[in-house]
């Protein structure tokens, strides 16, 4: 037993209490354990030791049931860890338990609620992930993001988002949606655990993690910023254009330079090439495992599947093409500025659980695999949080979560909401 394990013990006991007290109402895990002994006992001494961290239903777990929050895997037990998983243990991570994901990380939501609202969606597809942050169960937790499945859920919980560089972290172990835009990321109570998992488990040690909270919390105040508003400006909820631009009008007052940029591309021309390669790619991931137990599936995923089933091998392979050439030039639009500045969503989290909400703002960043950090804003006057995204360069993620850090010193800081059983 390591020096480590009375803060290991109060980390983790502190969790198991909180997810006890409140799980019930906000349905974040699938899974969790009955007894947490083992992995204790087997905790290495490392930059993430004693840590809880919740792991999407989407990602392999060789000792916790995964079902990639589908009724046709309700007794999947993978044989080993996703790579991801292994690393954290070797961080010294605790694997707290599975969190909730829509089906297959798609739009088929499951039953976690909004911490904020439990009568509004929590957002998707990591949906348990963020709520389990944003009521202080756990401080970090796995998601993923073919789309906006990071940075959305952050966002409408309150809370921070990080979606790495594209390919920095393996997805070996993450039920594929579609491999060509598929993201590993983490949400988180705090930047700094982002900076962390960054140091330790992106690059791998490569680059130095701010060695406590108190380094990291200044942050790097950016020069200049680019603002995007893209051609569907006119259609975001008026309430989320106000938050963006009191926004920019607190970085001007600190003497930021705030600048209009667009990304070399109209966003509906992003959202057409997305939604080609994610329809082809699900239906080539997913169609054969469900084959025969279609009935099981939720009806966003069959309808998702026989789109892709349309789309021929050639109009994917010219789609793939335009992505890498897309790709290719992606840092053009970051020229002369250190971060871009967008909305995370048309609107605040929407009531019901029936749609996870709108994430075509978070597609250019997915689509050119540039990283990107949700940042908590404020709240609309029905208490529901607002989120900026910040989008930084490629492979230059800790710069962006530098950048991230200092403007959410300048921005409204979000108590933990008030839950419905913490007052029962």
């Keep these: 037993m390591h020096n480590s394990n009375i803060e290991t013990n109060t980390r983790l006991h502190t969790a198991i209490a909180a997810a006890d007290r409140l799980d019930n109402t906000l349905h974040c895990f699938t899974f969790r354990p ?40 309700q007794d999947n037990q993978p044989e080993k860890d996703a790579w991801i998983v292994t690393k954290l243990k070797e961080a010294g991570a605790i694997i707290f338990g599975k969190t909730v994901t829509t089906e297959f990380a798609w739009r088929d ?3 976690t609620v909004n911490p904020w609202n439990t009568a509004h969606t929590p957002g998707g597809s990591s ?11 756990v401080d970090i937790a796995l998601g993923t993001q073919t789309v906006g499945s990071v ?10 988002g990080y979606k790495p560089t594209f390919g920095l972290i393996p997805t070996e172990g993450v039920h594929e949606l579609a491999g060509s835009l598929d993201h590993l990321g983490f949400i988180v109570s705090d930047l700094y655990w982002a900076a962390v998992c960054f140091a330790h488990i992106v690059s791998d040690g490569a680059i130095s993690a701010p060695s406590s909270p108190g380094q990291f919390a200044p942050g790097i105040k950016p020069r200049r910023l680019g603002i995007y508003r893209s051609s569907q400006w006119p259609y975001v909820q008026s309430d989320v254009q106000q938050n963006f631009d009191g926004v920019i009008r607190r970085l001007a007052a600190q003497g930021v330079e705030c600048v209009p940029v667009d990304l070399g591309h109209d966003i509906l021309t992003f959202s057409a090439l997305i939604s080609k390669i994610l329809a082809r790619e699900a239906y080539m991931a997913i169609s054969e495992g469900i084959a025969g137990r279609e009935n099981l599936v939720g009806p966003y995923l069959r309808e998702l599947i026989a789109f892709g089933k349309t789309i021929s091998a050639q109009q994917h392979e010219a789609a793939l093409n335009q992505l890498t050439d897309l790709r290719a030039e992606r840092d053009i639009a970051l020229q002369g500025v250190d971060a871009i500045a967008t909305i995370t969503s048309p609107t605040t ?4 659980l029936e749609k996870t909400g709108d994430a075509s703002f978070c597609m250019p960043a997915t ?4 990283p990107a950090v949700s940042v908590p804003s404020g709240f609309s006057d029905d208490f529901l949080p607002y989120g900026l995204q910040l989008i930084g360069r490629s492979h230059d993620d800790l710069a962006l979560l530098n950048t991230a850090q200092w403007v959410s010193t300048i921005l409204p800081t979000l108590a933990a909401p008030a839950l419905p059983s913490d007052k029962m």
Excluded: E, H, N
Excluded at 127 to 137: E, K, P
Excluded at 151 to 160: D, K, Q
């Design 109 to 111: 939501a499951g039953p």
């Design 127 to 137: 949906s348990g992930s963020a709520a389990a942050v944003s009521a202080g169960i």
């Design 349 to 352: 989290a929407l009531k019901g």
């Design 151 to 160: 940075i959305r859920p952050a966002s409408y919980c309150g809370v921070y």
């Design 34 to 73: 009955a007894d947490y002994a083992s992995q204790i006992t087997a905790a290495v001494c490392g930059p993430l030791t004693g840590i809880p961290i919740a792991v999407k239903d989407l990602i392999d777990t060789a000792d916790m049931p995964t079902t990639y929050g589908s009724a046709v895997f």
């Design 367 to 370: 689509l050119l695999g540039l």
